[in-house]
């Protein structure tokens, strides 16, 4: 069965500064899509959109034929629209996958889905980051090499402020001596979520062999299973036949 995934990023840092554009000349969402493409050939069909489009590319029937949308966002988060982000809620408790990617944290989606702030300590100091696998049977971690490395990226570090995840598959070490959960998941409804935070902007992160990887992974395991999709819904209307009445 292909696995319908759709590609979803601002693409504001791409078209507004140059030095962005000439590392992902076809956005972070080209180079994410990319990947997939490559990783997982004929199992996909992945398709992309970004901010300006009509209802942001994320209309009700793009999300319909949608398995599993990966979202990456920075500087433009407060301009998703509230109706999109809660017809993107309903779908991930109906059953679609999430991949919510580095700066994404602060997404409006992802901070309704965790409940908390998700915010987090950072510095751009172009640092390398160890990605160690803390679950290594988990199917997210298939393939990568312990640990992955990632020459150059900006550092986010503890305290991020999420729920207890349900499984946290990959710890980040930085040189300033910082650790951050930079793989972790989450259920919310029949949805399965990945958060996964290699990926900076600044910095050719989605062109890093390892870290397709991940997100090709990420994408199997966030897959609805045998594509079996069901938006929440009231299917049982409050009752109160079955009580004993009082006598």
Known sequence: MTTRVLVWNENVHETTQAEIRAI??????????EGLTE???DDVEVRTATLAEPEHGLSEEALAGTDVLLWWGHMAHDQVDDEVVARVQR???????????????????????MGTTCSLAWRNDAERELVWTTSPGHPI??????PLVVEHQ?????HFDIPNPDEVVFISSFEGGEVFRSGVTFTRGRG?????SPGDQEYPVYFHPQVRRVLANGVRWAAPADGERRLPEVTN???RD??????
């Open 141 to 146: 971690a298939a393939g990568i090499e312990q």
């Open 192 to 196: 399965r979520i990945f958060y996964f």
């Open 154 to 158: 900006e550092m986010y570090g503890e």
């Open 242 to 247: 079955w009580l004993v009445q009082p006598v």
């Open 24 to 33: 992902y000349p076809d956005g972070i969402h080209g180079a994410i899509a």
């Open 91 to 113: 779908h991930v408790l109906g059953g679609m996958g999430l991949l919510v990617l580095h700066s994404a944290h602060f997404s409006k989606i992802f901070i309704r889905l």
């Open 237 to 239: 209307p409050a009752r």
């Open 39 to 41: 990783l997982l050939g």
